[in-house]
C-alpha cells in the first residue's frame, strides 16, 4: 500500500521568512498526483498546490512552490513571504485513480 | 454558490444507536468520498463512490454504512458495530470518473461526531 510522510509534526516560522515543508511518498507506480492541502482552525481542507508526477517541472502557486524529487519520492512544499494567515495543519497527499492517502500533517505556526 | 454541505456540524451519538451523517454536493462531481479525521492523524478512507449505485470499501470501513442513490448525496450511516465513532468526518468530491485521479477533491466543513 502507498504511504505517505510527513516527519515534521510542527514547523514555526517568523512573518514574511521561508519555511519548507518535508512529505516523502512510497509506491511502485509511475503515474499518480501529488497535493498539498491546508486545514485552519475553521478545519475545512482547502487545496494549495498539485503536482503531475509526468511533469518535471515544479508546481507554483504565487507563494507556494513544491519541491518534487520523483526518484527520492519526495514532495516538499515551501511557503515564502509567510503570513499570519498561513497558519495551519498541512497535509501531503498522493493519489492515483481512488488511491488517495494522506499524510499525518504539519502544523505551522506564523510568529509575528 | 457550488460546494459540498454536510450536517449536522455537531452530532452526538448514544451507545448502541445508528447515526448518520448528511453530504449533498451541487458541484456536479461523479465521486464522492467519506474520511475520517482522527487528533494528529491524517485523514483515513472510510468509503468512496464513483458513480451513483455503486460505492466501494476504504481503508477503514467497518461500523459503516454508505448508500449513493443519487448523483449530490452520499449519506454515511455510522453503525453500533463502530466501537470506536468520535472523530471528525469530511466528505469531498471531485470531478473525475474512473480517471487516474489528476482532479483535486473538493471537501465539506466536516462533522464532529462525539460519543454520550
Known amino acids: 500500500a502507498q504511504t505517505v510522510t510527513q516527519s515534521q509534526p510542527e514547523m514555526s516560522v517568523q512573518e514574511a521568512e521561508t519555511v519548507t515543508l518535508s512529505c516523502t511518498y512510497d509506491?511502485?507506480?509511475?503515474?499518480?498526483?501529488l497535493f498539498w492541502y491546508k486545514q485552519p482552525p475553521s478545519r475545512q481542507m482547502i487545496l494549495v498546490i498539485r503536482?503531475?508526477?509526468?511533469?518535471?517541472q515544479n508546481a507554483t502557486e504565487n507563494r507556494f512552490s513544491v519541491n518534487f524529487q520523483k526518484a527520492a519520492k519526495s514532495f516538499s512544499l515551501k511557503i515564502s513571504d509567510s503570513q499570519l494567515g498561513d497558519a495551519a495543519m498541512y497535509f501531503c497527499?498522493?493519489?492515483?485513480?481512488?488511491?488517495?492517502?494522506f499524510g499525518a500533517g504539519t502544523r505551522l505556526t506564523v510568529k509575528p | 454558490d457550488g460546494g459540498i454541505t454536510q450536517s449536522p456540524k455537531y452530532l452526538f451519538r448514544k451507545e448502541g444507536q445508528n447515526v448518520t451523517l448528511s453530504c449533498e454536493q451541487n458541484?456536479?462531481?461523479?465521486?464522492m468520498y467519506w474520511y475520517r479525521q482522527d487528533p494528529g492523524q491524517g485523514l483515513r478512507l472510510i468509503y468512496y463512490?464513483?458513480?451513483?449505485?455503486?460505492?466501494q470499501k476504504g481503508d477503514i470501513a467497518e461500523g459503516y454504512s454508505v448508500s449513493r442513490e443519487k448523483k449530490e448525496s452520499f449519506p454515511l450511516t455510522v453503525t453500533s458495530a463502530q466501537k470506536n465513532p468520535t472523530a471528525f468526518y469530511l466528505c469531498?468530491?471531485?470531478?473525475?470518473?474512473?480517471?487516474?485521479?489528476?482532479?483535486?477533491?473538493?471537501f465539506g466543513d466536516g462533522t464532529r461526531l462525539s460519543i454520550l
Open positions: 469531498a468530491s471531485s470531478i473525475d470518473q474512473g480517471g487516474i485521479g489528476n482532479q483535486p477533491q473538493h
Open positions: 509506491t511502485s507506480e509511475s503515474d499518480y498526483y
Open positions: 503536482q503531475e508526477a509526468y511533469k518535471q
Open positions: 497527499a498522493y493519489r492515483r485513480i481512488n488511491d488517495m492517502r
Open positions: 458541484l456536479n462531481h461523479d465521486a
Open positions: 463512490s464513483q458513480i451513483v449505485n455503486d460505492f
